[in-house]
């Protein structure tokens, strides 16, 4: 098992990362208010997505993720916690180190560029240039417990997809 953390540009991200993850048993934590547009609803149902409730303690959705880990599988999550606002990174909640400490899997950081003009690119009958990039991974027995242990975890989650990032991505983790 493992999970995939990874910044988090636009409503693409999960797509990109679900197609051209390394690995065929991807399952992505999905904010459930995404749910209320249909084409990203049938997209992510059917790929088996995981609907969770932001800023919630959606014990359901964590059993859920925590059920796919126990199986051997991927389960992809934005630390963030949403798109980011700024096209750089935002600051993390803790949710992805609790996983990785119940679930026992690693973190694999991911970084995602050029997400934020793939749209535009299409509409103009253009190919998008987009990269995913995985990083090394931080071992689930590295992450100490209680909440400062996995405050700890993600800021060395965070400063590790920040620095596969350019600049400009990089946000409250630049610098």
């Given at each position: 098992?493992?999970?995939?953390?990874?910044?988090?540009?636009?409503?693409?991200?999960?797509?990109?990362?679900?197609?051209?993850?390394?690995?065929p048993d991807v399952t992505a934590v999905v904010a459930s208010m995404v749910g209320d547009k249909p084409l990203e609803r049938i997209g992510v149902t059917m790929a088996g997505g995981i609907w969770i409730a932001r800023g919630a303690s959606d014990r359901a959705a964590l059993e859920t993720a925590l059920a796919v880990l126990a199986a051997g599988r991927a389960v992809a999550i934005a630390p963030e916690g949403r798109i980011s606002t700024t096209g750089g990174l935002q600051p993390a909640?803790?949710?992805?180190?609790?996983?990785?400490v119940r679930g026992e899997a690693p973190i694999v950081p991911v970084a995602i560029t050029g997400i934020e003009g793939a749209w535009a690119d299409l509409r103009r009958f253009r190919r998008p240039t987009m990269t995913l990039t995985f990083g090394e991974s931080i071992p689930y027995e590295s992450i100490a417990l209680g909440k400062a242990g996995r405050t700890a975890a993600m800021e060395t989650l965070m400063a590790r997809i920040a620095t596969m990032l350019p600049e400009r991505y990089r946000g409250v983790y630049g610098g």
């Amino acid at each position: 098992p493992c999970i995939l953390a990874f910044n988090h540009l636009g409503y693409l991200d999960g797509a990109l990362l679900y197609a051209l993850a390394p690995r065929p048993d991807v399952t992505a934590v999905v904010a459930s208010m995404v749910g209320d547009k249909p084409l990203e609803r049938i997209g992510v149902t059917m790929a088996g997505g995981i609907w969770i409730a932001r800023g919630a303690s959606d014990r359901a959705a964590l059993e859920t993720a925590l059920a796919v880990l126990a199986a051997g599988r991927a389960v992809a999550i934005a630390p963030e916690g949403r798109i980011s606002t700024t096209g750089g990174l935002q600051p993390a909640q803790p949710g992805t180190a609790f996983l990785a400490v119940r679930g026992e899997a690693p973190i694999v950081p991911v970084a995602i560029t050029g997400i934020e003009g793939a749209w535009a690119d299409l509409r103009r009958f253009r190919r998008p240039t987009m990269t995913l990039t995985f990083g090394e991974s931080i071992p689930y027995e590295s992450i100490a417990l209680g909440k400062a242990g996995r405050t700890a975890a993600m800021e060395t989650l965070m400063a590790r997809i920040a620095t596969m990032l350019p600049e400009r991505y990089r946000g409250v983790y630049g610098g």
